[in-house]
């Protein structure tokens, strides 16, 4: 493997707009593997949130179709809270053969307060930021000039936007509405079987 592209987030549940950014990032770079790191403990942490080991369960289903999707358990054996700084700089110790810097999957919001997120200076000079754009949008190139930050690479990369949150489909769940094609109706059964996101 000579490059590496990260998807993190809290993913909570991964839900199909996850899966549809992933392959357009992965089409657009043509890249060799999607890396999907869930997180243990994220900094902005929501309250009704399922278990690292469901949320890890979870995408394990979801990305099993896709031969060039995988998922990692880093930061659930890192433990603690999950700082993206941390877990890049163990990912290049677990991958010596890197030849290239690690591709970062960012939204086009959170890459706007970037400069709020644990060593993001450091955290900048690791890693390639692959933001995520609205198709014929101006907003990365605003979002760059607004920041302080400097001597970063980043790329965009325009994405279907699909208005679909965890957050919408754990309030689904709660009021006991389907879910039915926002996840992998793998996801969907383990939701059910598990009974999360019920309170």
Do not use: C
Not at 82 to 95: A, C, D, F
């Amino acid at each position: 493997m000579l490059n590496l592209t990260v998807f993190a987030g809290t993913f909570n549940p991964i839900h199909i707009a996850h899966l549809i950014i992933a392959e357009s990032v992965r089409a657009e770079l043509n890249a060799e593997k999607i890396l999907f790191i869930p997180s243990f403990s994220p900094p902005h942490r929501e309250n009704d949130i399922a278990t690292p080991e469901h949320r890890l369960n979870m995408v394990k289903l979801a990305i099993k179709n896709n031969p060039h999707f995988e998922v990692s358990d880093i930061e659930l054996k890192l433990q603690g809270t999950s700082y993206s700084y941390n877990t890049i700089q163990e990912l290049y110790r677990q991958n010596p053969q890197l030849e290239e810097k690690i591709n970062f999957i960012i939204g086009a919001d959170a890459f706007n307060h970037i400069e709020s997120w644990y060593k993001h200076e450091e955290l900048a000079q690791l890693i390639n930021f692959i933001v995520l754009a609205r198709p014929k949008s101006k907003e990365v190139e605003e979002i760059v000039s607004n920041l302080s930050l400097k001597d970063f690479s980043y790329r965009f990369v325009e994405a279907p936007r699909i208005d679909i949150s965890s957050s919408y489909i754990r309030q689904r769940i709660k009021e006991k509405k389907s879910i039915k094609y926002l996840v992998t109706n793998e996801v969907e059964n383990y939701i059910i079987e598990n009974k999360l996101y019920l309170n």
